[in-house]
């Protein structure tokens, strides 16, 4: 069977990490990036060995640069079957317009709306839903970092109400331009933030408030989640329910920090120290007067990334089963 073509438009934090996911999978390839300027991101996909493509009027200006345009942006997306569109927030939503154009399959980031696409997407969650699709939005790292564990948890137990409180890096480690350098940020200050309602894109029956901070630091975000279940259940339980989630990693033996789950990314050997799924601090899941309380550190660079792998599977129908794909995935990840 031939492999399923993809194409990354914009090679940034997310879309760099897609084209290493996609690559190393057996039933996908990558037929080509798209970067609208010659910065180190590029010459790194060109060194990589990717196909670089740009917008038509960038073309010389990424030859002069070095790095030899295979085409337009326009080129690139006629040679795919699905496309998966990795651009700031706001840009994806003007592209669709190509995408449709030229008949191909096109997956967003959570920094567009739901309405773009019509189908938000979690793994775990909703998998079936997207089988098939034209268009799928890959909910954002924190909205999928929440579905990872609010979805288990009402399998098992349903969940009566979600309250959970974000505690949001302000800026990727790569990023000079955002802030807040010193201070606590309210964001948003009119409640509740967006993240509940985005978690309902994908789970609509679930009753959830959120909130949100930023803070000043780079590495991860942290979620203080508290949940009412309808049934009864004990820490040991949900304990054991997280531990096997294919997604969810319990963290002890000593960490207490979002700097030393990130040093563990690099010591076990992954691409770019990446931590692909929720990290839940074991000894903080509580059952306090039947309600349920725990931390999770999301790594906001990389989560999403599986999700985005599984997303093409489901789209192009190549694995009807969610749960035979996430496997998949995640052993060709090492995950």
């Known amino acids: 069977m031939s492999k399923v073509k993809v194409a990354i438009n914009g090679y940034g934090t997310i879309g760099k990490r897609v084209a290493d996911a996609v690559t190393v999978q057996d039933d996908m390839e990558i037929i080509g990036i798209a970067k609208t300027r010659p910065n180190y991101e590029a010459f790194v996909a060109h060194d990589k060995g990717y196909d670089v493509y740009t917008l038509a009027d960038k073309v010389d200006a990424m030859n002069k640069a070095g790095i030899p345009a295979e085409g337009t942006v326009d080129d690139m997306i006629a040679k795919a079957d699905v496309v998966v569109d990795c651009t700031p927030g706001g840009i994806g939503e003007k592209n669709k317009a190509l995408y449709e154009k030229a008949g191909v399959k096109a997956i967003w980031q959570g920094g567009e709306d739901h309405e773009l696409a019509g189908c938000s997407f979690n793994a775990e969650a909703n998998y079936t839903e997207a089988l098939g699709k034209d268009f799928v939005r890959v909910v954002s790292c924190n909205t999928t970092g929440l579905c990872r564990v609010i979805y288990p948890l009402d399998q098992e137990y349903g969940v009566k109400k979600v ?149 093409i599977r489901s789209m192009m129908e190549l694995e009807a089963d969610g749960a035979k794909s996430i496997a998949k995935t995640n052993k060709a990840m090492g995950l």
């Open 163 to 311: 309250r959970v409180t974000l505690m949001r890096r302000s800026a990727d480690p790569n990023d000079v331009k955002n802030g807040p350098i010193n201070a606590i940020v309210p964001n948003p200050i009119k409640l509740p933030s967006h993240h509940g309602p985005d978690v309902k894109s994908v789970l609509p029956h679930i009753n959830i408030a959120s909130t949100a901070v930023k803070l000043p630091t780079t590495l991860m975000h942290l979620h203080t989640l508290n949940i009412e279940m309808e049934k009864e259940c004990t820490a040991d339980d949900v304990k054991a329910l997280f531990a096997k989630q294919p997604r969810v990693r319990m963290i002890g033996q000593g960490i207490g920090s979002t700097a030393e789950i990130m040093e563990l990314g690099k010591d076990l050997g992954r691409p770019r120290g990446d931590m692909w799924e929720n990290c839940v601090w074991e000894d903080s899941v509580t059952m306090y007067e039947g309600e349920l309380y725990f931390f999770q550190a999301i790594h906001q660079e990389s989560d999403v990334i599986p999700e985005n792998v599984d997303a």
